[in-house]
């Protein structure tokens, strides 16, 4: 007798959903990462020795609401402790509002081109997603705001990837008021730019905003993330995140990192004042660049084809995103570098 494919035993929707592909992390090479908008820069020494501290005490579970995280976070951002929820890396903070909103046959909404995980996360929910182009200016037409029964969330990178473009808190508090569900505000890339929404939730529990100390922070290793809300979401979500979804490192690594803000404003300071040199010396070579308010700038050459500058630029060591958007375009999205990282980019495409 044949034994049934053990495919036949997973769910239907795991079965159809294409993979989440993240860029390459080629593990020992020598190639300079602009690939997926780590920090060049490494964390402060603050951060490092708090993990080490905190090494020392791993027999122990680590706290469940990452309390000291959100003590200082709450400072920061001038928010209530009790409207933050952390999470390992805002992926995880994705998933865990995914979960609690979206069930199976319902429907989720995003811009087109945006972040490919909320496709994703809609997938293995069993929902479809309605993908929304932007408008020409990168601002977004009355469609995305239009109401439909099936629609149970609806996410917004603000500033948005691969653009690095934003929307404007006035037109995101008129989408909240329009739309029949919560809006996720997905800031993984805010500290880069000129506004965030971060006080909002506060007075709209429809809006939640999420945030990552991947980009900004350097810490993409450490795996930290958490979520604005209005406390009652805050409440109700944590019945269904998993009890230690932050682990003792990463709590200890994060608290460290948010309380050295000086340290932050010259990461962002350095890291903007690249990326706009970035965008002049790209536009030198007759590339078209998006204005970006994030740490990367997507761009376009109207005469090169742009999957064979992305081969050209690996053969030199240095490691760029190509993406092709189908029914928008493909192009490159470069991540702020060092200073020199960029100018090997820049002497390479010249
Ligand atoms: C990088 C990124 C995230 C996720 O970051 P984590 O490393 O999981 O915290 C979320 N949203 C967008 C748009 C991103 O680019």
Request: some cysteine; proline content about 7%.
């Amino acid at each position: 007798m044949c034994k049934p494919s053990i495919n036949a035993f997973f769910r239907d929707d795991v079965l159809a959903m294409q993979p989440y592909v993240p860029g390459e992390q080629p593990q020992g090479g020598k190639a300079i990462k602009l690939n997926t908008n780590e920090s060049p820069y490494p964390p402060p020494p603050s951060v490092i020795q708090a993990i080490q501290q905190a090494a020392s005490r791993l027999e122990r579970y680590p706290d469940p609401l990452a309390t000291s995280f959100r003590l200082r976070a709450a400072e920061v951002l001038n928010v209530d402790a009790d409207q933050i929820l952390c999470g390992n890396g805002s992926d995880d903070i994705l998933t865990i509002l995914t979960r609690a909103f979206v069930s199976s046959g319902t429907k989720v909404r995003f811009p087109y081109p945006s972040y490919i995980l909320y496709r994703t996360l809609a997938q293995l929910q069993g929902a479809t997603s309605e993908e929304i182009n932007f408008e020409a200016d990168w601002s977004l037409g009355p469609s995305f705001a239009s109401a439909d029964a099936d629609l149970r969330l609806v996410y917004l990178p603000n500033p948005n990837s691969p653009t690095g473009t934003m929307v404007s808190r006035e037109q995101i508090l008129e989408l909240a008021d329009r739309l029949p569900c919560p809006l996720v505000v997905d800031e993984a890339y805010v500290d880069f730019a000129p506004f965030s929404c971060v006080d909002l939730p506060a007075a709209n529990p429809k809006i939640m905003v999420t945030r990552t100390l991947s980009k900004s922070y350097a810490l993409a290793g450490l795996r930290f993330g958490y979520l604005v809300a209005h406390p009652d979401v805050v409440q109700m979500l944590r019945k269904v995140k998993d009890s230690y979804n932050t682990d003792a490192l990463s709590i200890a690594g994060a608290t460290a990192a948010i309380d050295d803000q000086k340290w932050l404003a010259e990461n962002v300071r350095k890291c903007n004042a690249t990326r706009d040199r970035m965008t002049t010396g790209l536009r030198n070579l007759g590339f078209a660049v998006i204005d970006s308010h994030a740490n990367f700038v997507w761009c376009k050459h109207p005469q090169r084809d742009s999957r064979e500058l992305y081969e050209l630029l690996k053969r030199s060591g240095l490691l760029v995103r190509y993406m092709n958007y189908e029914g928008w375009s493909d192009g490159l999205r470069i991540s702020v570098g060092t200073d020199s990282a960029i100018d090997a980019v820049l002497a390479v495409l010249g």
